[in-house]
């Protein structure tokens, strides 16, 4: 199977934040032997450039043991920071690629991913809906989509968010690590059974519908 055709899962903490429980979370065996059951080769994990991103994406890696090699490591140059690598690994045969940021990730890793899991930031809930509303791709179903919150954050909105968009039938949405292994099951089950309803969002502009939908949700914030 190829790269491009393979069943594909992205994992995204955004730019900057390392959501640390997040990356543990799908690192676990029990998470990528479910991701596996259900057809997944490879698992893209975006890791984010805080200060601590490459400790922990390495400590999680090395959790697993001799269950995981190196394929290819790409390090920033005079930093010894590894932003991408490809790693094997015998939890279900599935593939993985870590990677600090793409400033292109949509095109090149949300467009070509059957399910997106996501920090609950609204940028980053609302680039997958855009995606999954302007699908054109009938070799490959839009991308289903499951947020967790990160509760570490100050000011934190995210589950608000989380449950907004949950009500309208858009995303699946987790509190911890421990309940993604679950929301996995049952997004898989609901897009088998064709019971997961299409929302059609507007196009972004200039950041017009993240402005709209934050007003909405937070309308304390302004």
Request: proline residues 4%; hydrophobic residues 40%; contains cysteine.
């Amino acid at each position: 199977m190829t790269e491009g055709t393979a069943k594909q899962a992205l994992v995204t903490t955004g730019a900057t934040v390392t959501f640390e429980a997040l990356i543990r979370a799908v690192l676990e065996p029990r998470f990528l032997e479910t991701l596996a059951q259900h057809g997944y080769e490879r698992v893209v994990v975006q890791y984010g450039r805080s200060e601590r991103s490459v400790t922990v994406i390495r400590a999680a890696l090395g959790a697993l043991g001799d269950r995981v090699s190196v394929a290819s490591e790409r390090d920033e140059p005079d930093t010894g920071h590894t932003v991408c690598g490809t790693y094997h690994s015998d939890v279900g045969g599935v593939s993985l690629k870590c990677i600090q940021f793409d400033v292109r990730l949509i095109e090149r890793y949300t467009r070509r991913s059957e399910l997106v899991i996501s920090h609950a930031g609204t940028g980053s809930i609302m680039d997958t809906l855009r995606v999954r509303a302007g699908a054109a791709q009938p070799a490959r179903r839009p991308p289903r989509l499951i947020v967790m919150v990160n509760t570490g954050l100050q000011d934190n909105h995210q589950t608000e968010i989380a449950q907004a968009f949950e009500s309208l039938g858009v995303v699946t949405s987790v509190a911890t690590g421990a309940e993604l292994t679950d929301a996995v099951v049952r997004t898989e089950r609901a897009a088998a059974a064709a019971a997961a309803p299409t929302v059609v969002l507007p196009e972004a502009c200039g950041g017009a519908v993240e402005a709209v939908v934050a007003d909405e949700l937070l309308p304390d914030s302004a």
